[in-house]
């Protein structure tokens, strides 16, 4: 069974959103989703200062398996991505939720959160596919 | 619900994770691809190709039969046991299928692939008229393959257990590549898919789980056909649907070696058409395959266009390497091109040629 932490939000392309007290989120990929993906070999992540809108295909995640666009679940200005993962992209296999994380951006609306799934939700949806 | 291996159950205690072949339900990995891949290259692992088709072929005309049905022509195995890979071509000198054949105590026996196995069996049986010889399918039997540098004394350790299989393992530490022997109703030979060195097995499925779980408690790990993929294609082998099938001329798919032309009145099935495609390849009009290697970052895969010098050509296998670090791939591609750029999800990057063979006995082999 994979994890689904119960403080995050999720979009049904299975990306994992985590807002902090200062509109700040980070975004990554669900377990369900690197277990999906396989072994992750490459990983190419967008610039910082670029405007993003949810739903644009942000970064590429290349598995053993596939290459799989990943969308932005929210829209915002990217602060920071994860450089690490350039050279250890099988930390997004290791832990997902921790140092897998792809990129940080500033919300510009955080309504678009009500638009993800809780964890409960997204169980269900993983489930239904 | 596909078919199931003997070791079904087996692969799902192991934690596999299943997926369809070909109608079968057969495990991808057991967890991460690239640890098996890399069990393989510096231990052992043991893969079950159980869903793979045995043929038995006995009678007077077997040897006869078979040199009609190859392009590889089963008389130069001179004892037996001994192993040749040929490809099976049809009329127009494209390949049905690759294979490879045994020299038995009773004639010969070829395994062929899973996914082909219908049109194959089709293919031997009208073709074996007016010949004396019986073609017995083997559904009963498992196929293990245990490849990696300590693969075949973690066998032999196995073997040696108690009086369990009718096995002399003297027998085995003598096999030269590309040979086997019979101990009772086992058959244990050097042949495989991976470039490294190791046996496949093919007994009776009643024994197999037995053997599977004393083969694990012996340090093999089991590997998916995930790494299966990764392995072979390290190691320049092609895999059929993929690098070759019906419309491919083995000449266009590196397998120039693996056509006996000697003797010349050797009347094989589709001589006539490989003749042709040997003068197109002297004309320069046979398109070829290659070793294509991206020391950047980004994966070659199947399918993707290769942009030439001289002209376009395609993506067949293609894969992460996880020896290498960095993508490989095979592609057929017009001859005497000297610079190709790959189109990988529409951006164009460029890829080096090289022999297609990458990696044997754990090392990079290309220059």
Not at chain 2, 14 to 42: L, T
Not at chain 2, 94 to 107: A, H, K
Not at chain 2, 136 to 152: D, F, Y
Not at chain 2, 281 to 301: H, N, T
Request: aromatic share 8%.
């Amino acid at each position: 069974m994979s994890t689904v932490p119960d403080n995050l939000r999720y979009a049904s392309t299975h990306e994992w959103v985590q807002v902090d007290d200062d509109g700040i989120a980070t975004i990554g990929i669900s377990d369900h989703a690197q277990n999906a993906l396989g072994d992750i070999v490459f990983i190419e992540l967008p610039e910082a200062g670029a405007m993003v809108n949810s739903k644009d295909e942000v970064a590429v995640v290349e598995s053993v398996k596939a290459a799989s666009d990943i969308y932005s679940p929210v829209s915002g200005e990217i602060l920071e991505v994860n450089e690490a993962l350039l050279d250890a992209a099988e930390t997004i296999n290791l832990a997902p939720y921790v140092g897998g994380w792809f990129y940080k951006l500033k919300l510009i609306d955080a309504s678009e959160l009500d638009k993800l799934m809780d964890a409960d939700a997204y169980v269900e949806h993983c489930d239904a596919e | 619900m596909g078919q199931h291996t003997p070791l079904y159950q087996k692969h799902l205690d192991a934690g596999a994770k299943m997926v369809d072949f070909a109608g079968w339900d057969m495990p991808i990995n057991y967890g991460s691809q690239i640890e098996e891949h890399q069990r393989v290259r510096s231990t052992a692992g043991v893969f079950d190709v159980s869903h793979m088709t045995v043929v038995d072929i006995s009678g007077d005309d077997a040897k006869a039969y078979l040199r009609k049905l190859l392009a590889n022509d089963v008389d130069k195995l001179d004892a037996e046991g001994r192993a040749l890979y040929s490809a099976m071509l049809n009329e127009n000198g494209g390949v049905i299928d690759d294979l490879i054949v045994y020299r038995m105590s009773f004639g010969y026996r070829i395994v062929v692939n899973c996914a082909t196995r219908t049109k194959d069996l089709a293919w031997m049986n009208s073709h074996s008229t007016g010949f004396d010889v019986a073609l017995v399918e083997k559904p009963g039997l498992a196929i293990l393959a245990v490849h990696g540098p300590q693969s075949r004394e973690k066998v032999c350790v196995v073997l040696d257990q108690g009086q369990l299989y009718p096995v002399k393992t003297a027998a085995i530490k003598l096999l030269a590549n590309f040979s086997g022997v019979e101990l009772g109703n086992w058959f244990i030979a050097r042949t495989g898919y991976t470039g490294e060195k190791g046996l496949e097995l093919i007994f009776p499925e009643k024994e197999a789980p037995a053997f599977w779980d004393k083969l694990l408690a012996a340090g093999v790990h089991p590997i998916g056909l995930g790494a299966r993929d990764s392995l072979r294609l390290e190691a320049g082998m092609n895999l059929y649907g993929h690098d070759m099938d019906e419309e491919i001329s083995p000449l266009a798919a590196n397998m120039e070696q693996t056509i006996a032309w000697q003797p010349e009145d050797r009347d094989f099935i589709g001589r006539s058409a490989a003749v042709r495609h040997r003068a197109e390849q002297a004309a320069g009009s046979m398109p070829r395959l290659v070793g294509l290697v991206l020391e950047q970052r980004g994966v070659l895969r199947e399918g993707q266009r290769i942009l030439c010098d001289n002209g376009e050509g395609i993506i067949t296998s293609g894969g992460f390497s996880p020896t290498l670090k960095h993508s490989i791939a095979l592609a057929r591609i017009p001859v005497n091109s000297h610079s190709c750029q790959a189109d990988i999800r529409g951006r164009l990057t460029p890829v080096r040629i090289v022999k297609p063979n990458f990696v044997r006995f754990g090392k990079k082999v290309f220059e």
